[in-house]
């Protein structure tokens, strides 16, 4: 009976109540609470918890626990014929804060079923309740003729076929910095640099490209640790639109550098 009311925990809770708790320390707070998040469940959230109660007549009671947080993916289909729950917690008595119901998010190329997916709210005495949770199902084909409980979405996916383009793909790598060579998979990390290089001035930048035509606009986009952020154009040197060889310069200031490369130009 000395511990004093504690807020829940979760997004939907607070001291004061939330979307999702009835933290009240002296009183009871009535009515439905909203569902927070978004339909997505990205980030996929779980129920908050209601918060606890300590009256001075009839004693200390926490709150509800929420209800979890469940992804299931499949590559090939789902069947739910049982039960899938992330409900919220129950209460007992004075007031204390159920809890909100969870997320669930189903993935798979074929959902079916006739059982039961449920993020249901919890429960407290003097008709107090949360807020119900998210169900999410994605699918290409939803078969799912059971029932759900809880702020539900079901989202049909339609698979498209990826057309590449007739002429073969472009590429751009860089090749060289001041003379220094550039692993074949550059890291870009700050721990482990993938070049590293001692000039105040500026130093030449070797570009090979595929596939690009020798008229197009070639830049490197260089953002440094310690200045400002600039874009750098290269210059063709030599070789055609299946194999070309281009330059740019560049001063790098003290630090770590990262300097991407890209291309435009309209077929």
Known sequence: ANSPSQPGLGPGGGPAG?????????????????????LFLVPLT?????????????????GGAGGGALLIASTESIRVDGAI???????????????????????????????????????????????LGRVRMESFQNDFTGSIVGVSRSATLSPHAIILPDTPLATIVMTQIAGFDVPDAPSGSFLDPDVTIDSS???????????????????????PETGPDRI??????????????????????N?????????????
Do not use: M
């Open 255 to 267: 630090g770590f550098s990262r300097t991407f490369v890209s291309a435009t130009w309209t077929p």
């Open 18 to 38: 939330g979307s999702h708790a009835t933290l009240q320390p002296l009183g009871c707070v009535f009515g439905v609470k909203p569902a927070y998040g978004n």
């Open 85 to 131: 729950r992330a409900d919220g917690g129950n209460t007992q008595l004075s007031c204390a804060g159920p809890g909100a119901g969870g997320g669930i998010r189903l993935l798979a190329p074929l959902i079916s079923g006739q059982g039961t997916v449920s993020v249901d709210k919890g429960r407290g005495s003097s008709s107090i309740t949360a807020g």
């Open 232 to 253: 750098i154009a290269a210059v063709f040197v030599s070789g055609d639109e299946s194999a070309s060889t281009w330059t740019a310069s560049a001063t790098f200031p």
């Open 46 to 62: 779980g129920g908050s918890g209601g918060g606890g109660n300590n009256h001075p007549s009839s004693g200390s009671f926490g």
């Open 201 to 223: 001035t500026a130093v030449e930048l070797v570009i090979e490209a595929t596939n690009v035509p020798t008229d197009a606009g070639l830049t490197l986009s260089l953002y």
